[in-house]
């Protein structure tokens, strides 16, 4: 039974990344200046178009034509946040989806109320480490060591449900299972190798990939959130069998999620509910 089940995710999961090709979906990213080369390549690599256009003063012309927004608190300043919540507005008014990724936000007060101001604004999707979806749920300052979680993705399960409830998005927490939640469903996906937490930004690289998926299919997000996190992990695995370490294995995964056919998705990608 797990295995039709794991086949027909890996069959909905080539179709997401084939309609990435053929659409190759415009997203706008506002994000921190350590994910932005990794993140730009990912989505490249899935065959999305990125652009890292964040002023205030762009945004009203520029949010109209892109086909989903990806938002990253991970450098936050004062003068990005307006620019992220203007951005973000955008969106929300134009039916646009958008995508948050809440780095660290339990390390501040600052941050912490900066997510959850953007939460507010309604975004489609909120992927991050259980860290940040335990400190969101619990809206409690100070819960994390800084952009590293310092708990198992298990351990935010129900952080996850409750910030999915609350907040009307799709929650995902990232780890050796990635949980997607809707707040009633919930599917996990267990792709990926541990040495990606040893490369930096490769979460904040697949929040934008997320936004690539549900770019294609906005009305079925929980969908195209299971099958983002679980092809990057796909292409994770595949980078592993020739990496030597994190630096190689960042080239590799690029390279491999660029690969990627039809045969690696299906029977590579693991996702089941729970
Ligand atoms: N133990 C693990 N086994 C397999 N894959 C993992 C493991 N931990 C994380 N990953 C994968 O690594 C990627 C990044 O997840 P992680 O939870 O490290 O994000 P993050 O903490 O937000 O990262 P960053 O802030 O550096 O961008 C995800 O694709 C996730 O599935
Ligand atoms: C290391 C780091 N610091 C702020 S953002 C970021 C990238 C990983 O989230
Ligand atoms: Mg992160």
Sequence with gaps: MEDGEEREWGAKAWTYLSSVRSLSPLI??????????????????????????????????FTPQVNALYINVGTLSDNW????????????????????????????????????????????????????????????????????SSHDSTDAVEAAKSLANSSGAVVAVSGAVDFVTDGNRIVGARNGVPMMQKITATGCAVTALIAAFVATDPSHAMEATASALAVFGVAGELGMETARGPASLRTHLIDSLHGLDQTAVISGVKITAI
Excluded at 42 to 57: D, E, I, R, V, Y
Excluded at 93 to 115: H, I, T
């Design 28 to 61: 706008q990213c506002i994000t921190n200046f350590v994910s932005m080369d990794l993140t730009a390549n990912t989505l490249l690599s899935a065959g999305a178009s990125p652009a890292m256009l964040h002023s205030p003063n762009e945004s009203p012309d």
């Design 81 to 148: 946040l307006p620019a992220m919540e203007l951005a973000a507005q955008l969106a929300s008014k134009l039916n646009k989806p958008w995508v948050l990724d809440p780095v660290a936000a339990g390390a501040s007060r600052f941050r912490l109320k900066a997510c959850l101001d953007l939460i507010s604004l309604k975004p489609t999707v909120i992927r991050g480490n259980a860290s940040e979806i335990i400190a969101l749920a619990k809206a409690s300052f100070p819960s994390t060591k800084g952009v590293d």
